[in-house]
């Protein structure tokens, strides 16, 4: 791994077209240096490596304004996230008339909404109001162990 601070070379003709045609360009120094971040979700500092930037930027292409929103604890926990968000959406559509009872996997869904949310991601808007409802129904027709399972 590279140091604090470790300064390595800027090769723009690795950059992708977006990014040499970009002001950037005109800017860009001759080095990469480390970028402090504050992350979006947990709003610690973390360090957007010179070693990075230019695996980010040469290798994937990456557009050169893009900068990592979440830091390495955090991103992990996205991906996590994402993936169960997948998985509760294709049970969803398999077995709906069961999931619409289980207020367990409801209330799931719902904090991996708005953790998404907290990592960046567009909020969305319509499924929680879904969610929502669909949470006041099975409330209202749950018996009392339902209700306190939804409340842990
Ligand atoms: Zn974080």
């Known amino acids: 791994m590279a140091g604090r ?3 390595i070379a800027v090769d723009m003709r690795n950059w992708s077209d977006e990014s ?26 973390f360090v957007f490596s010179a070693q990075r930037q230019k695996e980010i930027f040469e290798v994937r292409k990456a557009y050169i304004w893009q900068r990592p ?8 926990l996205r ?4 993936t169960e968000l997948k998985s509760l959406r294709a049970r969803w559509s398999s077995q709906r008339a069961v999931m619409k009872r289980d207020v ?15 990592c960046g991601l567009r909020r969305d808007k319509a499924q929680i109001a879904m969610l929502d409802k669909l949470l006041i129904r ?15």
């Open 138 to 152: 099975a409330a209202a027709d749950s018996d009392d162990s339902g209700l306190t399972k939804s409340s842990v």
């Open 20 to 45: 040499r045609r970009s002001m950037a360009a005109e800017f860009a120094g001759p080095v990469y240096v480390d970028q402090a971040l504050s992350c979006r979700r947990c709003d610690r500092e």
């Open 104 to 118: 367990e996997a409801l209330w799931r869904w719902r904090r991996v909404l708005d953790e998404l949310t907290a």
């Open 79 to 82: 991906l996590q996230w994402v």
């Open 5 to 7: 601070n470790a300064k």
């Open 69 to 76: 929103v979440l830091c390495p604890q955090c991103w992990p």
